[in-house]
C-alpha cells in the first residue's frame, strides 16, 4: 500500500512539472522541447507507477510466504505428534509447503528449533526463502527479490495419562466393563481410535479420572468422575510414547525354567521356549527376552529375587502373557537405564494378540505395561507401589478394582503426554 501511495505521489508531482514547463514553453515559444522533455521523464513515471504496483505483489507474495509457513509447521507438529522421526517430519512439512504453492522456493525444518524462545520445547520450525522476479522495476535493477518467512509451531500436552489405546479405529478401544471400580489420580484415560465408542463404560463400572480423552466418541453407561469439566472428543491422537525404545537383544544361548521345582531363582536373559512359571519363582534383576508364551500358574508367587533393581520382560513376536487370578505376582521396573520404568514390553511387529493380568489383591505391578500390537486385558484388583501403573496398548480392557496413579517419576516411569495441542507462536 505504501508504493501505491507513492506512485500517486509521484504521479502528481510530475503532473505538475510537466504542467509548468509545458506554460512556460507554450509562453516562450518553445513548444517543440516538450516533447523531449516528456520524452526524458516518462521512464521515471513509469518505473515509479511499476513500483507502486509491484510493491504490493510483493507483499501480498509475502503475506502468501508467511501463510505457507504457517500451514508447514503446523503440518510437521501434527507428524511429530504421530512419533515420527525428523525425516518424516521434514518430508510432512515439505509436502504442504508444496501443495500451498512453495514452487522453486527453499525450505528449512527443525525440531525444535534452533532460535527463539522454544529451542528447548516440543516444538517444529520452519524457514522458507523464495526469489521473485521484477518486471516494471527492472529498469532500475535486474536482480531478483528475496523474501524468507519463518513459523514455530509449539506443541503442548494438555494432560498426561495412566492409560493409552493406541488402535486408530478399533471399536471399544478402551473399555471398562464388569463390577470394575478404577481411580486415577492426576492422569487421563486416552484412546486414539476413530470409533463412536472408543471409550466405553458398560455393566456396574465406575471410574474417576481427570479426564476422558478420545480422537473419535464414547459411550459412557455409567456417569464418569473427571476434574475436567466433560469428557474431551475429537482431540488429536496421542504418540506412542515408547516408540523409541529400543528392542532388546536376545542371546545366542537359551535360558530354561524348571518345571519340577517347586522354588527357584531365574537368571535374566533370553527364554527360547517361553516361561511356564509355578510355585515360588524369584526373578533376578534385568532384562528377560521370552521368545514363546510367559505364563504365571494358579497359587503362584512370583517375586523380583532380592537385591531387586526390577525387571523388564520382553514378549518377542506375538507372544504373550498370562496371569492367572489367584497368583501372587510382586514385580517393579528399574528405576534407571534404557529400560527405566518399563516393566513389560511387547514386540511392536508381533501381530494381533490378548496378554491378561490377573491376581490377588496382594499382587503389586510397578511400571507400564507396554503392549502396541496387543489388547490388554487387567482384571487384577491391584496395582503398582503407590498406584504406579502405566498400561499402552493397542486396546484395553479392564475389569478389575485399583487406584493408579500419575506421580510415579521417583520409580523410575515417565509421564505419558496425553491431550496435545498445536498453536503457531512464532
Known sequence: MAGIAWARSAMASF????RYFVCRRLRSGEGGNVAIIFALTLPIV??????????????????????TADASAY????????????????????????????????IVVHTPPTSGPNTANKAVEVILNQNLDRVFTSIFSQSKVPEQARAVALITDGAYGCMEALNPSASQAVLFSGSTTVKLSGCVIASNSIADDAIKTQGSASLKADCLVSVGGMVLNNP?????KSPITKSLPVADPFSSLPTPAASSQCSK????KTSQTLQAGTYCNGMDLKGNVALSSGTYVVQGDFKI???????????????????????????????????????????????FYGDRTGTTAQSTFNGTADSLL??????????????????????CTQVVADTIQWSGNSTINQDCTSLGMKNLPAAPSIAIVE
Open 15 to 18: 503532473g505538475l512539472i510537466f
Open 46 to 67: 513509469v518505473g515509479g507507477a511499476g513500483l507502486g504496483v509491484e510493491t504490493s505483489y510483493w507483499y501480498y507474495s509475502s503475506l502468501k510466504l508467511q501463510a
Open 75 to 106: 503440518a510437521g507438529a501434527l507428524e511429530k505428534i504421530a512419533g515420527s522421526d525428523t525425516a518424516a517430519i521434514t518430508t510432512a512439512a515439505t509436502q504442504s509447503a508444496t501443495d500451498n504453492g512453495l514452487g522453486t522456493g527453499t
Open 224 to 228: 464418569v468422575t473427571t476434574v475436567c
Open 257 to 260: 525354567v524348571n518345571g519340577s
Open 297 to 343: 500358574n494358579a497359587g503362584a508367587v512370583v517375586t523380583c529375587a532380592t537385591p531387586c533393581t526390577g525387571v523388564t520382560i520382553y514378549m518377542a513376536g506375538s507372544n504373550t502373557v498370562s496371569m492367572n487370578g489367584n497368583a501372587t505376582v510382586t514385580l517393579s521396573a528399574p528405576t534407571s537405564g534404557t529400560y527405566s520404568g518399563v516393566l
Open 366 to 387: 510397578t511400571g507400564a505395561i507396554y503392549f502396541p500390537r496387543q489388547q490388554v486385558n487387567y482384571l487384577g484388583n491391584f496395582s503398582g507401589v503407590n498406584g
